[in-house]
C-alpha cells in the first residue's frame, strides 16, 4: 500500500516538473478570469503573465478597481444639479432638503411655568445657562456652538427611543420619529455653519466632548422617565437659544461682531441670496430655534393631557 502512494506522488512531481508552463497560465488563466468578472480589464488594461505591472499601470488598475467596486454595488451618487445648471457640492444634505426659514415667526411667545415639573424644567434650564455666562460672556459665536451641540442631542434621543417603541409595540409614531430627527439634523446644520464661522479650539474642543457625552446619557435617561419633562426642557433651552440669538443680533448691529460674508453651505442649505451675511444666517437660525421651541413644547402639552405623541399628528416639515 505505501509503494502504491510512494508511486502516486513520484509521479505528480515529475510531470509538474514538465509541465511548469502549463501550471502559470492556468494561474493566469484563473486571475484574467476572476478580473474579467470584476469587470477590472479594459481599455488597455492587460495582464502579462509573469510580467511586473509598472507604477503607473498599477495606480490606473487601483482606480479601475474603485469604479468597479462602486459600479458593482450600485451605490454611486446620482448626478444632481442646481437650478442654474452648476454640480450640487454638498453630502450631506440634497437641493430637496432645503428650505427658507420662516423669519416672521413670533419670538416672543413663552410658556409660563405652570406645575411642579414646569418649574423643575425652568429652574434647571436657567441653572444650566450659567455656566454658558461665565465661561463665553459676549462670545456669542462661541456660545452658538456650544449651545448646537447641545441642541442637536434632544431629537435624536427623543427619535431613537420612539423609534424602538415601535418596534417592539407594532405602532406607528404619528409621524413624530420623523420630526424629531429632522429637528436633530436641522441643529446640527447648525452647527456645521457656526463650525465654518467660530473655528473652535482644541479646548473648546474637548469640552465640546465632555458636554455631550455628560448631556447625552442625562437626557436618555429622562426621556425614559418622563418624556413630558424631557420635552419641556427643550422647549425651554430653545427659548435661551433666542434669546441668545437675538443677543448675537445687536452685537452685529452695534458692530461690536464683524458682519462677514455667509458660509457657503449656510447659502444653499436656507436658499440666502448669494451675497448673503452672517447677519442673514443668524436671522434664519433663530427663526428655527423658535419653531424648535414650538414643537417641544407642543409635545410636553400632549404628554401632560395623558396622550402619547402618537395620538396627534407630527409637525413635519414646520421650519
Known amino acids: 500500500m505505501n509503494q502504491v502512494v510512494a508511486r502516486s506522488v513520484i509521479r505528480r512531481l515529475i510531470n509538474s516538473q514538465k509541465s511548469p508552463i502549463s501550471t502559470f497560465r492556468s494561474h493566469d488563466d484563473i486571475a484574467i478570469t476572476n478580473r474579467q468578472r470584476l469587470g477590472i480589464i479594459g481599455g488597455g488594461a492587460r495582464v502579462l503573465g509573469t510580467r511586473m505591472m509598472s507604477a503607473e499601470g498599477g495606480d490606473e488598475a487601483a482606480k479601475e478597481n474603485k469604479v468597479s467596486v462602486t459600479s458593482y454595488w450600485g451605490v454611486a451618487r446620482p448626478k444632481v444639479k442646481r437650478e442654474d445648471g452648476s454640480d450640487w457640492p454638498w453630502n450631506c444634505f440634497m437641493p430637496w432638503e432645503t428650505y427658507q426659514a420662516d423669519v416672521s415667526i413670533d419670538l416672543k411667545k413663552h410658556h409660563k411655568p405652570k406645575g411642579f415639573l414646569d418649574k423643575v424644567a425652568y429652574k434647571t434650564v436657567k441653572i444650566l445657562r450659567l455656566p454658558t455666562d461665565i465661561l463665553f460672556k459676549r462670545r456669542y459665536g462661541c456660545r452658538a456652538m456650544m449651545l448646537e451641540t447641545v441642541a442637536a442631542v434632544p431629537g435624536m434621543v427623543g427619535g431613537m427611543l420612539l423609534h424602538l417603541k415601535s418596534l417592539r409595540k407594532f405602532q406607528h409614531s404619528g409621524g413624530w420619529i420623523k420630526a ?33 457625552g455628560v448631556f447625552f446619557n442625562a437626557f436618555f435617561v429622562l426621556y425614559i422617565l418622563s418624556p413630558k419633562l424631557a420635552h419641556r426642557i427643550v422647549g425651554y433651552l430653545e427659548e435661551e437659544a433666542i434669546h441668545s440669538y437675538t443677543e448675537y443680533l445687536k ?69
Open 180 to 212: 424629531l430627527l429632522e429637528e436633530a439634523e436641522n441643529e446640527r446644520m447648525h452647527l456645521m455653519t457656526m463650525v465654518e464661522l467660530v473655528q473652535p479650539k482644541w479646548h473648546e474642543r474637548l469640552l465640546v466632548l465632555a458636554v455631550q
Open 251 to 319: 452685537d452685529i448691529d452695534r458692530g461690536l461682531i464683524e458682519n462677514v460674508p455667509a458660509p457657503a453651505i449656510s447659502i444653499d442649505y436656507w436658499r440666502l441670496p448669494q451675497d448673503a451675511k452672517l447677519r442673514d444666517v443668524i436671522l434664519v437660525i433663530r427663526a428655527d430655534e423658535a419653531h424648535h421651541r414650538d414643537v417641544n413644547h407642543f409635545a410636553s402639552d400632549i404628554h401632560f393631557e395623558g396622550k402619547e405623541l402618537r395620538d396627534a399628528p407630527a409637525p413635519l416639515g414646520y421650519h
